[in-house]
Structure formats: structure tokens, C-alpha cells
């Protein structure tokens, strides 16, 4: 302990950051973020530094790029890429470093281009910023870059608007713009965050391919250890400010130092085992939910209708779990918003427990909501700020039963207990709890009616992964307890996996393929649930995956 | 263990611009609009001048110990004629906030409560109010009403209603939107208790806070319609009137037209203060 | 594109419509009727039968629905009938008033645009933390202003105590600097404000993440990608400050005694000659429509996103 260290020596190329410490102060009061964090990226290296929110990955980020909030005070060591340290430059030297020698891929593809200018004359910029090209002559660049990231057709793209693009080439056109001027150092920000799975995928490869034939170091900043296990050669592990381990991939996810990383690891849906079929043959087979062959048209303005629905059917046991699996634009919601009465479908039909919903009107309907309830995708908006907890949760009785305000009470403590949400916090407002605190509540506040099915909209996707391990061990734990029927309507394969007995997957409003959850993640039977199931992170190892980004 | 809704993006960087009225700001905006207050509830209790009657002798007096603010041309107390307009200016600005809200609230409401094609019309309506300047459309009203400070009042409410019926509209259909909204229906809320505990406990701070502001709107139209002369007739000392007779003697006793005027910015700019810190907190 | 000008045009005859029909049923709630209130005073010595001949020369004595008609149809040729008070023709009076208004109005929205651009444009590059919340609390005190006091303290200020303008024998421009002042000041304030708040919102975006990241400068940030998105919203609320205009012009020409659109409505209001009133109100309403009309033709043009949304929607 008592050996001095040597100095260390800037590295000859790649990003080394020593000792970095960094607090925000606000109104005097300085709050630390980064404690003395150390890593490095070599070229041609995928570091991902991992983290949930407020772990400080973003302010990395963001002190790499020079592009700090004016609060962010610099508390102490280095940050250097090559021989140049990169702190306390001047507004010009930024300048130049930014396209030229550090490349930013961000997160949202659909707020991160300018939508009132072409996407040429956008990537244009990045040319005649740095000098390389006038603004005449820079034509030719930017149809080759566009064309370098595998978008169909150059010419057209270059001068369409961004709002013209798909999500997926948006990304592709922002990577273009970041690798252009072919930087040393590229940060991608979760840079697929925001994308379907299929073309999360295609955009990973892209990043990983141009990576491999140019030498780029690449930071990965991302929130999923899953996608880091895939993509990256080494993980750093980044908890409140302090680097929990650094080390190479299969290191770290084989033999994880620090309990941070192994918990973080346990809850990662996609590296937990799929659920055993075994349960699902225990358990009685009458149906609790059945869909028939429903159907939903949206007119739009002017030009037609949107075929929202088209034919899908299926049948839920009572007492399983069934997942609707989809992509944006699926159908998904449509499907759960009719299976719950609150939209009317076109035709079909669904019965809940031998009852049929899409005739329900005023009273009937308000009566039929007592055995179908719904858990919204987002806590924070689907809890009234204004109400206590308590309030949130007794509501639903004082709709229902008048029964005396001790009996609701006492009701309205077994099911908070029951979903474990600690009593201090039962007198609290929503802003006061925590994204996994505010779940447990509309959990509470669904299971206060005794449903008999609980409909989970994206009922987790909200959540960092270590609270979305939790919830749903909490439902899993639920379910057995209280013998009630899910349906799950979600995006993401990976907690499917991890929580469904049977699995519809849809696309473009029909069934392409269903039933027993282990059948369709072993033997999926259509083109979409293959692509769906390969790109879940965490599936495939490095290795394989560097020969298959080569070749596609 | 914060959801992912709270996760910063690398992207959101400078906040540059913190709130840009600091907190310390609404104590004198609260100030302002307390004595204000004071004043018109009881304005004798702030001085024995009387707002009516001047002193003989005591004409066009520069400020000074004897008269804080001056006197007019009449040896009327300048502060005392600003302390009991207090009153008019307070009168005024609620008759034509009340107007506005209660109508623009119903239509408002039912607009967006019913929509469809109600919504439709109703909205069109609003749009055509909202075509002709307001000052135009109270003058139209002021000739039918005739003059006198309840016509100018019930002039400019009027003018507002379209504004009103706007804002509430859109904010029922915000809170009607609002996912617990949907999830009180779900779990068996019936429309009027849904109403009665979700969406107007939700809606009231945001149409509070504009009807504020709308009422600092109000004191400068009352006090610009009581300029041109169609409020209160003389002797009443109402602050827009006082400044028109003000610039009568404009190159010699400047503080008739800046003291009635330094009152209605101070009490426009401190309602302003207080509904936007409102809309500030409620967002 | 042509689908969508259609569109909004039959939006703005629909309006101009609607804002007749009001205006011609705030006329028909008179008490009595304009031609009573003018000549039915004793002194003027008329009897019955002169005052039935005069309504029935400004058609007042017909049934509602025909005069409704009557009128729609005169106001499309441009004939606004008599004013009560003056007896020329309304389309006259408004014809001499017109212009040295529409002058005032052009000068002060010029002067306005320049304020509101310097303002926001000083609030968000100024070096100073202080400087910028200064200039950034402006509009808000400047929107607290009543119009008529800021053109008294003007010329008080200006002219008598600095003795800058002269206010006994003015030239023709000189004459308008204070009213072109007194009304850019409350078109200003509110453009700036949107102005501020809309370069603040844009500024935190990604995308100005992303140009900052390409190497540009906040300046060339600011101009290149700021300014272009800032302008949509500062537009469309240019558009609905007509109103304002016309409010600050009625009391701006009272103010500075001079002659204007905004006088004349000031006056038939002081005479009740409402005739000249509703002409008022209805050439309000079509300078509100077409300016608007304007300020959506301009974002099409600007705004890429309306322009192929609604083209394939249409």
C-alpha cells in the first residue's frame, strides 16, 4: 500500500480518463457525481460504461464532449485523448475537436436531427465546419457517407426532411454525420434506446462494423449490461458516481467482482431462465380470457383507413400469464384498449370469463371493470398527483362497495402490504415515491378490486432493470397467491421470456405467430419472431456476432 | 432507483435560463396586491384627504411633505385619489374576470367535455371572437351599454370570455387524456365522480393561475377604456380617468400622469407575478 | 399545397362571415336605433315625418332579415352606408383615415420585429448571468405597461424634459417617431417574450446537441438551427397581435391628436355612430384574417413538416 505510483504518461492514442471527480453546484451547494473515476478506450476498442440513472454515465459523457451544464464543476483529475487533455479548453479548440476527432451518436433518433432542414444539408455541416469542403463542393461527401451507412438511396435521402425518415434512418444518418470526419473516439449515448428491436440491431452492427474497418474507439453508454455483454470488449460498471468494476466482457459477466454487478446481473431478464413449462401444466385449463377474431380500422383524415386489427384471436387459461408481443404500430395496444372496454372494436369478439365485453355499455361496463383491470405502461402519469397513496387505492372500493370507511381502510393496508410498499410512505403524494414505488401502487390499486384478470401494458418497460426484477417477482409472486389470469402486452422478448406461459406475437395488426412461450422462443414459426428473438441482447457472444456483422 | 422517465439524456445540457422570476420575487408582487387590497377595503383608514373635494390654495402642488405624490388642479390629494381608485380599478377587474370565467368556463367545458361536433362550432365561434381586436369589440359593446364603469366592465369581460372558453377547453382535454383519468374510469369511476375528483381538482390551479393573469389584462383594458373617457365620469377617482385629466397640465405637473400610472403596472405586474408562479408550480 | 391554401382560404371567408353577422347583430341590439339617437334631439326641430324619411333613406325601417341581406351585400361592393354623425359616406371616412394609420402600424411593426430581436437575442448571448435575467424579465414588465401612459411619458420625457423631438412644429417624420414608439413597445414585448422562451426550448433540444457536437459554435448553432425553429412559434403569435395593433392604434392617435383609423373609431364610439364603428370592426377582422392567412402561407414555407404532412392528408 505504501508503494508511490508512477506518473502516468498520457496514452499514444484512444480516450484515458484518470481520477475524474465532478460535482453540480447549485445555488452554492455543491453536489458530488463523479468520485475519482478511471478508464480507458484503446482504438478499435467497444469500452460501454454501464449504469442505471444517476450513476454519472451521462456526465462522462458529457465532460468528454466539452458540452457540460454550466453548473458541472470539474473537482479534480484528467481526461485525455491522445496527448491532448480535454479539460480546460478553449471554446475554439472544442471547435475543432468536436466531428473532427470525437464523434457524439445520440439517443433519440427523432429529436436529434433539425426538422426544418434537409438531412444533406445537415450532414453537409460536418464538411464545411471543419473546413474540408465548401459548401458547393460537398455534394459528393455527403452521398458517399449516406451511402456508407447503408441508406437505399443517397440521392433522394439527401435532400428529403428528417420527419421523411424512419426511426432507423434517422440513426443511420447521425452516425453518418459522427463517423464522417473519422474521429479517434465515438460516444453513442443508448444510442438505440429508442428504436424497435429489429432495427436496434441493425444499428448496432453498423456502429460495430464501421468500428472494426477504421480503428474507432467507441464509449458505449448504456443503462442495458445485456446489449453491453453483446457489443462492447470490456464493461465498466458505473454506480453513484463510482466505478463498481472495469474489466473484459467475459470477465465481468462470468465472474463479477463486485455485488452491484452480480445483482445487476441476476436481474437482467434475458440472462434469467425462461419460465418452466411445467407450471403451465399444473394449472387449470378453462379460458379467462378469449379473443376471437377482432378487428380495428382508425380512419384518418382524408385518405382512408388504418387496418389497426385484422383477425386476432386468441385464449388466455385462467390463472396463466399470456404476452402480446409486437413492435411499434403492431396493434398491441389497440388489441389490450378493447380486451379492457375502452375502445369498441369493429367486430369480434371478446369474452372475460364467459362474458361478453364489446356490448357493454354505461352500468354493465362500469360493473365489468371490477374483473379486468389495467396496469399503465408509465406511474407517473397514471396516478392522480393529487392523491395520497391511501386515497389512490381505497378509490376503486368507494366506487364499488359503501362500505364503511374502517373496512376500506383495513382493505386498502392488506393489498398495500400485500404489494410491499413500506406504511411511511402511504400518506405520501406520487412525486414523493420512487418509478418502482409508483408501480407497486397502481399494482395495489388494481388488486383492491379482487380482479380476476390483470392487464399489464408495458407495465415494466418504465423501470431501471434491478425494479423491473423486483415487479415482477412481485406479479409472479402475486399470481400464485391469488390465482389471477395476466395478460401482458409488451416490446420486450426478454421479460416476456422471463414471465410468460403463452405468447401471441403481432405485426402489423395480425397473430404471425402463437402459443406455448417455450414453442415460439425454440421453434419460432415466422420470419418477424425469428428476427424479434435474435435481436434480444444478451443471445449472442462476441465472437459470432463480429463474423456476422462482417458479412451483413 | 428512479424510473428511466427522470434519466437525464447526455442530450438535455444547458439550463442556462433558471426560473427566470427568482422566488424572492413574489414578496413584493404579494405586497403590492395586499396594500392594494387594504386600500380598497378601507381606504380612509390610509388617509383623511378627501378624492373629491380639494383644498382651496393648495392647486398643482408639486410633491412634498404636506402631499406625498402633489395635488391636482383642483388641491385634490394626489395619494388619496390613488388610494380610493384602488377600489374601482379592484371593482372592475373582478366583474370582468368573473364574466369571462364563468361564461368561457361553460363553454369552455362543455366544449370540450362533449366534443365532437359541438366542439366544432363552438370552437369556430371562438375563433370569429377572437378575429376582432378586443379594445373593437368592447367598443362595440360600450356603444350599446352605453358609458359608466359597469358597462366598461362588463365590455372587457366579455371580450375575454372567447379567451376563457379557449384555455378551459383545452385544459379539460388535457386532464381528460391524462392516463389516471382513464385509469379512474377503469376502475369503475362514474363520469361525475371522475369529474369531481380527478379533473377539477386538477384543472383549477392552471384556470386560477390564468385567471390572474387575465385580471392584470383587465385592469389595463378598464384602465385604457377609463382613458378614453367611457368609465366613471369626473370627479370619480378612477386611475386611467385621473391620467387623461393628468394630461391636461402635462408640461408643468408631471406627477399626475406618472403616479396613477406607476399604480396600475405595479398592480398589473404583481398579479402577473403571482398567476404565472402559479402556472410555474402547477406544471 | 394548392389543397391546402384552399383549405385555409374558405377558413378566413368563414370568419370574415361570422364576424359580419356579430357585428350586425351588436347594431340590432341598439336601444333605438342610430338615427334616433342622432336626430331625435328636440333642439334640432324635426318632426315624425322627417325622421321616418330619414331611417328610411339608411334603411333602418325595414324587417331585420332584408336588412341583414341589404347590408351583406353592400359591404361586399365596398359601401359601408353613412356615417350618422359626419353624413358622408362611411367608405369615405375610412378611405381618408386608412392610410396614415396603415403607415403608423407598418413603421411600428418594423420597429417592433427589430426590438424583439435584439432583446432576445442580447438576453441569450450576453456574457453576464444578471445581464441576461435583466433582459430576459423585460418583456414581461413591458407587456405590464398601459399603452396610452407609455406615449404621455414619452413625450414628457422626450420631448419636453430632453427637448429631442419637437412637439410645437414637428416634421412628417419627426411627427411619428413617439406614436410609432408608443406602439412597437406592447408588439415587442410579447414577440420577444415567444422569441426568448422559444430559443430557450430549442436550445435544450437534441438536435442542437448533435450541431454542437459537429463542431459549430453556439453562435452559428444559434443561426444555423436555433433561429429556423424559434421563428414558427414567434410567427404564429405575430399573427394574433394584429389585435393589439389596432387596440394601440386607437389609443396611440388619441394620444398624439393625430388623424387614423383608430381615432375615427374612437370618435363614432364618443357620438355612437355606429355605422362607422362596424365598418371599423369588420375591416379589423379581414386585416386579422389575411394577415393570418399570411402568417400560415409563411410556415408552410418554413415548416417542412406541415408542408408534406398535410399534403399527403389532404
Known sequence: ?552 | MTSRDLDAPLLTTSRRFSPRLPRLGLVPAWLVLIVVLAWAVGPTLFTGQSATTGLPGAQLQAPGLDHPLGTDELGRDLLARIIHGARHTLAGATVAVGVGLLAGSLIGLVAGAVGGRTDAIVMRAVDVLLAIPALLLSLSLIIILGFGPIQVALAVGVTSVATFARLIRSEVLTVRQADYVEAAFGSGGTFARVLWRHVLPNSVTSVLAFAAIQSGWAILQISTLGFLGYGAPPPTPEWGLMIAEGRNYMTTSWWLTLFPGLAVIAVVLAVNAVGRSMLRADA | MTTIVLHRLGQAVLVLWAAFTLSFLLVQMMPGDAVLIRFLDPNMGMTPEDIARIRAFYGSDQPVVQQYVFTAWSFLRGDFGYSVQSGVPVWDEIALNLPPTLTLAGLAVLVAGALAVVLAWAATLSPFGWLRHALGALPAVMISLPVFWIGIMLVQVVSFRLGWVSVIAPGPWERLVLPVLTLALPIAAPLARVLLSSIERIERQAFVTVARAKGLSRQATLWRHVLGNAALPVLAVGGLLLGELVAGAVVTETVFGMNGLGRLAERSVRTQDIAVLQAIVVISALGFVLVNLAVDLVSIVLDPRIRRTREALA
Not at chain 1, 34 to 62: C, D, F, N, R, Y
Not at chain 1, 244 to 251: F, S
Not at chain 1, 303 to 311: E, K, N
Not at chain 1, 461 to 471: E, G, N, P, Y
Request: aromatic fraction near 2%.
Open chain 1, 1 to 552: 500500500m505504501t508503494l508511490s505510483r508512477p506518473t502516468p504518461q498520457p496514452p499514444e492514442s484512444g480516450l484515458e480518463i484518470r481520477d475524474l471527480s465532478m460535482s453540480y453546484v447549485t445555488l452554492g451547494q455543491a453536489r458530488p457525481v463523479l468520485h475519482g473515476l478511471s478508464l480507458s478506450v484503446k482504438p478499435g476498442e467497444v469500452l460501454a460504461l454501464v449504469g442505471e440513472s444517476g450513476s454519472g454515465k451521462t456526465t462522462t459523457a458529457q465532460a468528454i464532449l466539452g458540452l457540460l451544464p454550466a453548473n458541472a464543476r470539474i473537482d479534480g483529475g484528467s481526461v485525455h485523448l491522445g496527448q491532448q487533455s480535454l479539460l480546460g479548453l478553449s471554446d475554439r479548440a472544442w471547435m475543432q475537436l468536436r466531428g473532427r476527432r470525437i464523434g457524439l451518436i445520440p439517443q433519440d433518433p427523432g429529436s436529434s436531427l433539425n426538422p426544418v432542414r434537409t438531412v444533406g444539408a445537415q450532414l453537409a455541416e460536418v464538411f464545411v465546419v471543419h473546413g474540408l469542403e465548401t459548401r458547393w463542393s460537398v455534394r459528393e461527401r455527403v452521398l458517399d457517407a449516406l451511402a456508407e451507412v447503408g441508406l437505399p438511396d443517397p440521392a433522394r435521402h439527401h435532400d428529403q426532411y428528417p420527419h421523411e425518415l424512419s426511426g432507423g434512418m434517422r440513426q443511420r444518418v447521425l452516425i453518418a454525420m459522427a463517423l464522417a470526419l473519422r474521429p479517434e473516439l465515438v460516444i453513442a449515448d443508448e444510442p438505440t434506446s429508442a428504436l424497435d428491436a429489429t432495427v436496434q440491431r441493425h444499428v448496432l452492427d453498423m456502429i460495430d462494423r464501421l468500428r472494426a474497418e477504421r480503428g474507432t474507439a467507441v464509449l458505449l453508454v448504456t443503462h442495458d449490461l445485456a446489449m453491453a455483454g453483446d457489443r462492447a470488449d470490456r464493461i465498466a460498471v458505473l454506480r453513484n458516481g463510482r466505478l463498481e468494476e472495469q474489466g473484459c466482457v467475459t470477465a465481468v459477466l462470468a465472474h463479477p467482482v463486485s455485488a452491484y454487478t452480480r445483482r445487476l446481473l441476476s436481474d437482467i431478464p434475458s440472462l434469467a431462465p425462461a419460465r418452466s413449462p411445467a407450471i403451465l401444466r399444473e394449472r387449470r385449463r378453462d379460458a379467462a380470457v378469449t379473443v376471437e377474431n377482432l378487428v380495428q380500422r382508425f380512419a384518418t383524415r382524408g385518405r382512408g383507413t388504418i387496418q389497426a386489427l385484422d383477425g386476432v384471436s386468441f385464449e388466455v387459461a385462467r390463472g396463466t400469464t399470456h404476452a402480446i408481443v409486437g413492435e411499434s404500430g403492431s396493434g398491441k395496444t389497440t388489441a389490450m384498449r378493447a380486451i379492457v372496454g375502452l375502445q369498441r372494436p369493429a367486430s369480434g369478439r371478446i369474452l372475460v370469463g364467459g362474458e361478453e365485453v364489446t356490448g357493454l355499455r354505461g352500468e354493465d361496463l362500469r360493473q365489468f371493470r371490477r374483473r379486468v383491470q389495467l396496469v399503465y405502461q408509465n406511474p407517473f402519469a397514471s396516478l392522480d398527483p393529487r392523491q395520497t397513496v391511501r386515497a389512490i387505492v381505497e378509490e376503486p372500493l368507494l366506487n364499488f362497495d359503501p362500505v364503511p370507511r374502517a373496512e376500506r381502510e383495513r382493505a386498502a393496508a392488506q393489498v398495500l402490504e400485500r404489494v410491499a410498499l413500506p406504511d411511511e410512505v402511504w400518506d405520501r403524494r406520487p412525486v414523493a415515491l420512487s418509478g418502482g414505488q409508483r408501480q407497486r401502487v397502481a399494482i395495489a390499486r388494481a388488486l383492491v378490486l379482487k380482479p380476476e384478470v390483470l392487464v399489464l401494458d408495458e407495465a415494466v418497460s418504465a423501470l431501471d432493470v434491478t425494479v423491473q426484477a423486483q415487479i415482477l417477482r412481485l406479479l409472479d409472486e402475486l399470481q400464485r397467491d391469488l390465482g389471477l389470469t395476466y395478460l401482458f402486452v409488451s416490446h420486450d422478448l426478454s421479460v416476456v421470456r422471463a414471465i410468460a406461459d403463452s405468447v401471441s406475437v403481432l405485426h402489423r395488426g395480425r397473430v404471425v405467430d402463437d402459443g406455448p412461450a417455450h414453442r415460439v422462443f425454440a421453434a419460432p414459426r415466422s420470419e418477424h419472431t425469428r428476427a424479434l428473438i435474435a435481436a434480444i441482447p444478451g443471445g449472442q457472444p462476441r465472437s459470432a456476432r463480429t463474423l456476422e456483422g462482417a458479412t451483413s
